[in-house]
Each structure stands twice: as C-alpha cells, then as structure tokens.
C-alpha cells in the first residue's frame, strides 16, 4: 500500500511510473495551436515556494497574494489548508495569462505550470520511512505538444523547466502532507487555531515572520542570534524553518531546540491566563445575576 500525494498537479496522469532516464516527446511554443490553451483550463495547486516566488516577482506581501491571487481548499480528511491559483470567474483562466505574450509571470510561475505535461508523485510505502519520487504523463485533450517529434528524457526536461530549485524547497511540504494522510484522519477535529497555524507557516511567510518576532516566542525556542537573524531576513531560510516547526508541533519531531523548562513555564502562563478568564467570567455573570433574577420575576 501506498500514501500518495500527487503534486504538483492532478490530471489525466498515464499509469505509467516514469524515472529521470524515461524518454518522451513533447514541445511547447508559441505558434503551436495549443498554445496558451492549458492556462485556459487552469486548476492549478500551489505549493509554498510557489508562493514565495509569485510573491516576490508581484513586488507584495505573502499576506497580499494569497488573498488576491488564491482559492482554498482542503487536502485531507482534517481539513488541512491547501491552496489553489484564483482564475478568472466564467471560464477558469489564469490571471497571469497575457493573451498576446503569454504566461506574464513565466521566470516565477508554479511548480504545476513547470511540470507539466507531467506529473510528480511523492510516495511512501506504509512500511518505509523514506519517500519516493515518481514522473508521469498528463495527456489532456487540447495539448498538441505531445504530437512534436523533440525527444528528451524526464531528466532533461526538469532541468530545462528549471524544476530542480522547486522540488528542493518543497520536498518536506510534501513530506509533511504524506506524513499527515498516512496518520489516518486524526481524532476529533484539529481546531481552527492549529490549521490557520499550519496554513501561516506553510504559505504566508510574511505573517510566519510576525509570529517569529513574538516575545513568545523567542522566550520558548532556544535559537543563536546568528541563526534567528538570518530566517527573519530571508524568505528562504525563513521557508525550511517553517518546515522544522511544523513536523514538530505536527508530529513530535525534535527540530527546534527548546528553552530549558520553557514548555513548562508556558502551561503555567496559560494556567494564570485562563484562571484570569474564568475569574472575569464568574463576575461578568454576577454583574448579569439581579437583571436576570427581575426579569424572570
């Protein structure tokens, strides 16, 4: 048995598993009477570099794009956030898509849009602790490109899409997700709390970097001046310890050194914090008591 997550895109996928050294034809270019048409037909997933890049190529704010160029929608059974690019109302048409030049974001655009016409599948075995990756052929009706005599291997066609870069930054985010599938859908609803976590450090850098900057936060984890500094300065490095967070508040995993008794010192603010609350509470509902008795009289 097999915990698949198929990403970067979902589509007629060939069932055949292709490797880097798999050969196959396709060519895409302006002139060929397809082109453009798969942006027209746009049902593309984002994953977190992804973001990053639009982000930055867009001149805005992680918070910005996500909000104006972005759907939601859940990836598993627990409702874990995922993000799709937002299209056009009507017909779904990329955003990006400039009818005479083309892709206007074309040095940035997604993983998806790099990939294809493949699909990449991250796999792991239930009995394995290590995942595999995997190439497929996504044949869709109204792509010609595949009709084009250009043959090349799986291998040489990522580097030509310059894929490489994507794969390396996102490899964990899919590692996180197989994880959470091949948990089975967990007991009870995880709350709204966790999953707006899950989905800042995942794709809004930019408010992950807010959160970093807490005064919480620096009194919990146990990082060196140097290493804080740099994952507040850079979107990249700021990226993988997002990922290191994650499999740690998510699965136990030890990535993030801890202050000594810091977790304990937490329980305990928590502890006067809701104590303070219940106390606030109680008199709020005496205050309420003799309007309540006189109306009921």
């Known amino acids: 048995m097999n915990d698949q997550f198929d990403s970067p895109y979902k589509s007629p996928v060939q069932p055949q598993q292709l490797t880097e050294d798999s050969k196959f034809c396709f060519s895409c270019y302006p002139g060929i009477s397809c ?54 109302d009507v017909d779904p048409v990329c955003l990006f898509l400039d009818e005479e030049t083309g892709c206007s974001v074309y ?8 990939y294809y016409p493949m699909g990449l599948l ?11 990756q995997h190439f497929a052929i996504v044949k869709e009706k109204h792509c010609q490109g595949h009709f084009e005599q250009r043959e090349l291997t799986v291998g040489e066609y990522r580097k030509e899409q310059d894929v490489e ?11 996180i997700i197989i994880k959470k599938k091949s948990a089975g859908p967990g007991i009870g609803k995880p709350s709204k709390m966790s999953q707006e976590f899950f989905f800042m450090a995942a794709y809004d ?26 994952i507040l300065n850079d979107d990249i490095e700021r990226l993988k310890f997002s990922y290191r967070l994650l499999k740690q508040v998510l699965f136990n995993e030890p990535g993030v050194p ?36 006189y109306i009921q009289d």
């Open 165 to 175: 870069i994507y794969d390396e930054l996102n490899r964990d985010f899919y590692r």
């Open 35 to 88: 082109f453009n048409a798969c942006c027209k037909q746009a049902d593309i997933t984002l994953a977190p570099y992804d973001v990053i890049r639009l982000k930055q190529r867009l001149g805005i704010s992680s918070s910005d794009f996500l909000q104006q160029h972005t759907v939601p929608f859940t990836i598993d059974a627990d409702g874990t956030p995922g993000i799709k690019m937002r299209t056009t």
């Open 205 to 230: 850098i930019d408010r992950f970097k807010d959160f970093l900057t807490s005064k919480n936060f620096r009194s919990v984890y146990d990082l060196t001046d140097e290493e804080y500094n740099t």
């Open 258 to 293: 801890l202050k000594d008794n810091a977790l304990q010192k937490r329980m305990e603010e928590r502890k006067e914090v809701i104590e303070l609350r219940q106390k606030a509470e109680l008199e709020l509902a005496k205050q309420k008591a003799p309007f309540e008795d």
């Open 122 to 132: 991250t796999s792991r075995r239930s009995d394995e602790y290590h995942d595999e």
């Open 107 to 114: 040095e940035d655009r997604p993983t998806a849009c790099r």
